[in-house]
């Protein structure tokens, strides 16, 4: 709520980067948006009374909050996303993601927009592809490959035996077994 | 080299490590002695080993019991006092410091250990698994007392004598939650320990008796009932303070408790078809070394900072010495269950796929698969830091959830058929026609959902499925109830079986609260002035009526006094001395039994004027907790033994277990 202008005024500026930067282009950017939002802190103290923040139709407000949900705060470092922490830079990201729904932006642009200012890092719903192809396809991997494992294991039903009663004709006997076993004689 | 002792420091501290070094000097004896008893087989060496337990409880008590006087009597010579604790504390924070950081926090861990060991001396019995059982008790003790009593001592002196101590962490103060969960999560993971032995002692001697079966569920069962409550009252503490008005967020410290969970899981229930039907002797004790190591994986996790994680105040300088202990588990584990693999081979013949065992199974392969998820999805922003360098991928709820929805509904699927089916082998006929009943009331109860409105396929997944598991054990009660001539009588003479129903039904309160609360949050945020109309929010009235600001010695309270509807909440923003600039939410919450009304203030005006909050409102939030305490209690019911215990475990089942 607090310094609804500075952020306001940040997102606009982060839009005109947009325009500039080349999506190619990589950096480190941890630096630069820490001396944003410690500006941007600054600026929120200069005008203390709060404007009203960006209101959006439901729909868009739903997304809103769905891409929030789902970008990290980059200075956090609790792991928390931006929908839920009270960082500076997280406000300032929030009404960012407004602005752009605002414009009509899609999930991803939105998305690929965080990805190239902070890096990976901030998006918690990691995009299927590249190497986070291991990372969504291994569970499935071990889904499928515990489930073929379990069903030749429950399959070995009726071969199985065979084997066992070739090697020990004499019917199982527990107590049998325990014996010979306390007494060493051939259990393992 | 360390210095541990200076006697002109600190009189209090040199009893303190004087203590932990003899009590290590124990362990390291009870090791030699339990595995020289082992080797030679001789019964007086063993007594020995025993004994020694008594000494390092002993020696331990004596630690844990100088370090809370110190905390106590605010003695800064004790380097852990100075550093974690304050005089202007009150008092039940003194005494939750104890665990409130790593020294203190091992040291509790090594004499929960310790007890464990010592309760495992007075009840193992006479036979090829004692010796093996200790010297395994002794090496976990080993590790801890040596990491205690050395690099991560509580008690080594302190270079400068402070006036008034450091203070503990602000997070951890916040809180009475505090004083609970750790002490649980250690109960858990230690009591793992346990269980981990008997595995160990097994597979050193190839021996799985009847006996060892019952002891080593009896000891699972108690952990895994310690680690859902400490998950769970973890999931509170943090519903309580963070102020996001969630309770669970996937953090990989979570996660770290979360794996060993549903590895026991899994295993409290494989190990039935080893109870009954005496097959996966070699899965059943590879599930336990897996799930001790998971625990251990964990507290590095958890102290080594390799990941972010809002744990991240645990931090300190044993994270490789676990990493070290985690590859020892892992190394010998795996060597011993490769050595004895052949030694532990099924007798009995395989299960038809529609039995009790195949849903077993079923359920042992989502749980792994659920364990093996998490566990990727924790790991994997280190990978990636280890293969690029720098930390550049994140894995947050979404990745989580689109795996544990379908999982957990599998489960709950799978938990719904299990009770119905026989051992061995089910007729096809007879399970379908048990099995209607339960679909239509699965059916039935989804479709009355759709009509009052739900439209989430989860949540009406989960209805259905809460419908049906809970017809099913109906059913299955009120049979069995006729067959005895009561339901006292049924209940008496199968109080196991009672038990587990009660844990599932507790699931299944647990499961609905997870899906309503995750599906129908309501979130807004507002800022009120003083003395102005109220605003709505949520469909309800909201009304600053008073700012205050409180002193209380060791920090700072401003509390907001809003009215909802009517309702006095206060909520707080705390601030603590050793943080002064960073603010510390204590949420208003109103509990309720369909919902739950969260009131977080998120920043005040420092001249008293207004306050922004963010109100919640979740629905079936407590029906999380409350799940949690029958589950729990359901465990507890499990443990009863029924008039006679041996007698009863040996007609039910159809091939005795072996051995």
Redesign the interface.
């Known amino acids: 709520?607090?310094g609804g202008v500075g952020c306001r005024l940040s997102a606009v500026e982060a839009n005109s980067n947009r325009l500039t930067v080349k999506p190619s282009k990589r950096r480190k950017h941890l630096a630069s948006c820490l001396l944003t939002s410690v500006f941007c802190l600054s600026l929120a103290h200069a005008t203390a009374p709060?404007t009203l923040p960006l209101t959006l139709p439901p729909a868009q407000e739903g997304r809103a909050?769905a891409i929030q949900?789902?970008l990290?705060c980059p200075l956090c470092?609790?792991?928390?996303?931006i929908a839920?922490s009270?960082s500076d830079i997280s406000v300032k990201m929030r009404s960012s993601v407004r602005e752009q729904i605002a414009d009509g932006r899609s999930d991803s642009e939105i998305y690929t927009f965080f990805s190239q200012r902070y890096?990976?890092?901030?998006?918690?719903?990691?995009p299927k592809t590249g190497?986070?192809l291991?990372?969504?396809g291994?569970?499935l991997l071990?889904?499928g490959g515990?489930?073929a494992a379990?069903?030749a294991?429950?399959?070995?039903?009726g071969p199985?035996?065979a084997p066992?009663a070739a090697q020990d004709a004499e019917p199982?006997d527990?107590y049998l077994?325990?014996v010979r076993?306390d007494t060493g004689g051939g259990?393992? | 080299m360390l210095n541990l002792i200076s006697f002109p420091s600190s009189a209090l501290g040199s009893l303190g490590q004087i203590a932990l070094l003899l009590a290590l000097a124990f362990t390291l004896a009870g090791l030699a002695l339990a595995v020289v008893g082992g080797i030679r087989a001789d019964a007086r060496v063993v007594e020995a080993a025993r004994r020694a337990t008594w000494a390092v409880f002993a020696l331990l008590t004596l630690g844990i019991l100088v370090l809370m006087v110190a905390l106590l009597k605010d003695d800064f010579t004790v380097r852990y006092v100075a550093e974690h604790s304050m005089r202007s504390s009150p008092t039940w924070i003194k005494v939750t410091s104890l665990w409130g950081a790593l020294e203190g926090s091992i040291l509790l861990w090594a004499w929960l250990l310790s007890g464990f060991a010592f309760i495992l001396s007075l009840t193992l019995r006479r036979d090829a698994l004692r010796p093996w059982a200790l010297g395994t008790m002794f090496v976990s003790l080993l590790f801890f007392v040596g990491i205690c009593a050395t690099i991560a001592s509580p008690f080594t002196p302190v270079s400068v004598l402070l006036a008034d101590g450091r203070g503990p962490n602000p997070a951890l103060q916040n809180h009475w939650m505090m004083a609970v969960h750790p002490v649980l999560l250690y109960l858990g993971f230690v009591g793992l320990s346990v269980p981990f032995a008997y595995a160990v002692a097994a597979l050193v001697t190839?021996?799985l008796?009847d006996h060892w079966v019952v002891v080593t569920r009896r000891w699972t069962l108690v952990a895994w009932t310690f680690l859902t409550a400490a998950i769970v009252a973890g999931g509170w503490w943090s519903y309580e303070t963070l102020?996001?008005g969630?309770y669970w967020?996937w953090?990989?410290v979570e996660n770290a408790s979360f794996i060993p969970w549903l590895l026991t899981t899994a295993f409290l229930h494989s190990i039935q078809i080893q109870e009954k039907r005496?097959l996966m002797r070699s899965w059943n004790v590879w599930l336990i070394v897996l799930a001790y190591s998971s625990t251990v994986l964990g507290t590095f996790l958890n102290r080594s900072g390799i990941v972010?994680?809002?744990h991240?105040f645990a931090g300190g300088p044993v994270g490789p010495v676990f990493l070290g202990f985690l590859a020892f588990l892992l190394i010998v584990g795996i060597g011993l269950a490769a050595w004895r693999a052949p030694?532990l081979r099924d007798?009995a013949?395989?299960?038809?796929?529609v039995s009790r065992e195949?849903a077993f199974?079923?359920g042992n392969?989502l749980f792994?698969?659920f364990a093996?998820?998490v566990l990727?999805?924790t790991l994997?922003p280190t990978f990636?830091e280890a293969a690029q360098g720098?930390?550049?991928?994140?894995?947050?709820?979404?990745?989580y959830n689109a795996?544990a929805i379908p999982l957990g509904l599998g489960l709950l699927l799978l938990m719904g058929v299990g009770p119905l089916l026989p051992w061995r082998r089910a007729d096809g006929q007879g399970l379908m026609r048990a099995l209607v009943p339960l679909l239509a009331s699965g059916m039935g109860a989804a479709l009355i959902a759709f009509v009052f409105g739900i439209r989430s396929a989860g949540v009406l997944i989960t209805i259905a499925l809460a419908a049906y598991n809970i017809v099913g054990l109906g059913l299955l009660t009120a049979r069995a109830a006729r067959q005895a001539g009561g339901l006292g009588r049924t209940l008496q003479a199968q109080p196991r079986r009672y038990g587990a129903y009660t844990a599932h039904i507790g699931l299944v309160v647990l499961a609905l609260g997870l899906a309503f609360s995750g599906a129908y949050r309501q979130?807004a945020?507002?800022?009120l002035n003083l003395r102005a109309a109220p605003s709505t929010l949520l469909h309800e009235q909201l009304e600053l009526t008073g700012l205050r600001e409180v002193d209380r010695g060791f920090g700072q309270s401003t509390i907001a006094s809003v009215s909802i509807d009517g309702k006095p909440f206060k909520a707080r923003l705390n601030t603590y001395v050793q943080a002064p600039g960073t603010?510390f939410p204590a949420p208003a919450v109103r509990y309720g039994l369909l919902g739950d009304t969260y009131l977080v203030v998120?920043?005040i005006d420092p001249g008293g004027q207004w306050a922004?909050v963010r109100l919640i409102e979740s629905p079936l939030v407590s029906w999380i907790w409350w799940g949690t305490l029958i589950i729990c209690l359901g465990a507890g019911l499990t443990l009863v033994s029924p008039a006679r215990p041996v007698a009863r475990a040996v007609p039910a089942g159809l091939?005795?277990?072996?051995?």
Not at chain 1, 119 to 126: M, Q, R, T
Not at chain 1, 153 to 157: I, K, M, S
Request: glycine letters at 12%; hydrophobic letters at 40%; aromatic letters at 10%.
């Open positions: 709520m607090r709060a909050v949900r789902n990290r470092d609790t792991g928390e996303s839920d009270r890096g990976n890092f901030v998006l918690l719903d990691p190497r986070n291991l990372l969504w291994a569970p071990a889904l515990g489930g379990l069903w294991f429950l399959r070995r039903r199985a035996p066992d199982y527990s077994d325990q076993r259990g393992t | 190839g021996r008796s102020g996001w969630g967020a953090d990989p005496g972010q994680s809002v991240a030694a007798e013949e395989v299960p038809s796929p195949g199974l079923a392969w792994l698969v093996f998820m990727l999805g994997f990636v720098r930390r550049d991928a994140s894995v947050g709820p979404a990745f795996f979130d945020q507002a800022t603010l998120t920043s922004s091939a005795p277990a072996t051995d």
